[in-house]
């Protein structure tokens, strides 16, 4: 399969110009990548990254730790379809009958994207109702990494085991937080905003929401055994880089081999 070239969601944006209109040129997987895929390696996000380094064609200068999240899902969603094809099979559990079921969507197509336009800057500075002004951006690989790390050594810890809080919740909103008062903030100053009252935080998520960019990974759902209608977030399995199941055709015996030898 020839390679294609794909546009990213950020457009490019933010990159110094490394990456103009955001297209990149993507290769399929070989058995090279899926040997990778193999390794016994714990930290799965860097095997990924891997795999997508080696499928990019061509000259980029962007260090994937460097790019946005977002973009980095979008190229795993192109190398996925561009190697195996678009059907994407997962099975869903009804939350109200607690029923399974399983759906196939076709990545991206049955996905929504949201791309970066002109008017949306590195930094959207926002005041809560709070009047605290804080500048939002959106999450890095490399913040992704960091976030990892964090709920890694806090687990390990056995930290908030008796709250039985996700230790992740929090540290996430402070990554997005850049600025404070009009001025750079690091994560550790972020994080002394919490505990934030309820309207903050709904707030805040709220501009997240709005300034993120990428595929939308809601799935709608219809329960086939209550008729139930729910939302749920697209899940990553074995499946997604390892499918199971191809299609190919069967080439007829040639009639001379099939019949026995006579003397």
Same mark, same amino acid.
């Given at each position: 399969?020839?390679?294609?070239?794909?546009?990213?969601?950020?457009?490019?944006?933010?990159?110094?110009?490394?990456?103009?209109?955001?297209?990149?040129?993507?290769?399929?997987?070989?058995?090279? %990548?899926?040997?990778?895929?193999?390794?016994?390696?714990?930290?799965?996000?860097?095997?990924?990254?891997?795999?997508?380094?080696?499928?990019?064609?061509?000259?980029?200068?962007?260090?994937?730790?460097?790019? +946005?999240?977002?973009?980095?899902?979008?190229?795993?969603?192109?190398?996925?379809?561009?190697?195996?094809?678009? %059907?994407?099979?997962?099975?869903?559990?009804?939350?109200?009958?607690?029923?399974?079921?399983?759906?196939?969507?076709?990545?991206?197509?049955?996905?929504?994207?949201?791309?970066?336009?002109? $008017?949306?800057?590195?930094?959207?500075?926002?005041?809560?109702?709070?009047? $605290?002004?804080?500048?939002?951006?959106?999450?890095?690989?490399?913040? %992704?990494?960091?976030?990892? +790390?964090?709920?890694?050594?806090?687990?390990?810890?056995?930290?908030?085991?008796?709250?039985?809080?996700?230790?992740?919740?929090?540290?996430?909103?402070?990554?997005?937080?850049? $600025?404070?008062?009009?001025?750079?903030?690091?994560?550790?100053?972020?994080?002394?905003?919490?505990?934030?009252?309820?309207?903050?935080?709904?707030?805040?998520?709220?501009?997240?929401?709005?300034?993120?960019?990428?595929?939308? +990974?809601?799935?709608?759902?219809?329960?086939?055994?209550?008729?139930?209608?729910?939302?749920?977030? +697209?899940?990553?399995?074995? %499946?997604?880089?390892?499918?199971?199941?191809? $299609?190919?055709?069967?080439?007829?015996?040639?009639?001379?081999?099939?019949?026995?030898?006579?003397?």
């Amino acid at each position: 399969m020839k390679s294609v070239t794909e546009q990213l969601p950020s457009r490019g944006k933010f990159y110094g110009g490394a990456l103009p209109d955001g297209k990149i040129v993507l290769r399929p997987m070989t058995t090279d %990548e899926e040997e990778l895929l193999l390794t016994d390696r714990e930290n799965r996000m860097d095997v990924i990254d891997d795999v997508i380094r080696r499928c990019i064609e061509g000259d980029c200068s962007v260090d994937i730790n460097n790019m +946005l999240n977002s973009d980095r899902v979008y190229l795993m969603f192109a190398i996925r379809n561009l190697s195996y094809g678009a %059907e994407y099979s997962v099975t869903v559990i009804c939350p109200n009958c607690k029923s399974d079921f399983t759906i196939q969507i076709d990545i991206p197509k049955d996905l929504k994207i949201k791309c970066l336009d002109d $008017t949306d800057d590195e930094i959207t500075e926002i005041e809560l109702p709070s009047s $605290t002004v804080v500048g939002i951006r959106r999450l890095l690989v490399k913040d %992704e990494k960091d976030i990892a +790390l964090f709920v890694k050594q806090r687990k390990s810890l056995k930290l908030n085991e008796e709250q039985k809080v996700s230790p992740e919740y929090t540290y996430r909103l402070a990554k997005h937080i850049a $600025t404070i008062g009009g001025k750079k903030a690091t994560v550790a100053q972020a994080i002394k905003l919490f505990p934030m009252n309820g309207r903050d935080s709904l707030a805040l998520r709220q501009a997240i929401e709005d300034t993120a960019c990428g595929l939308d +990974l809601t799935i709608n759902h219809k329960c086939p055994t209550c008729g139930r209608k729910f939302p749920s977030n +697209l899940e990553f399995t074995v %499946e997604f880089f390892r499918p199971r199941t191809a $299609t190919y055709k069967r080439r007829p015996r040639d009639s001379a081999e099939a019949r026995p030898a006579t003397e």
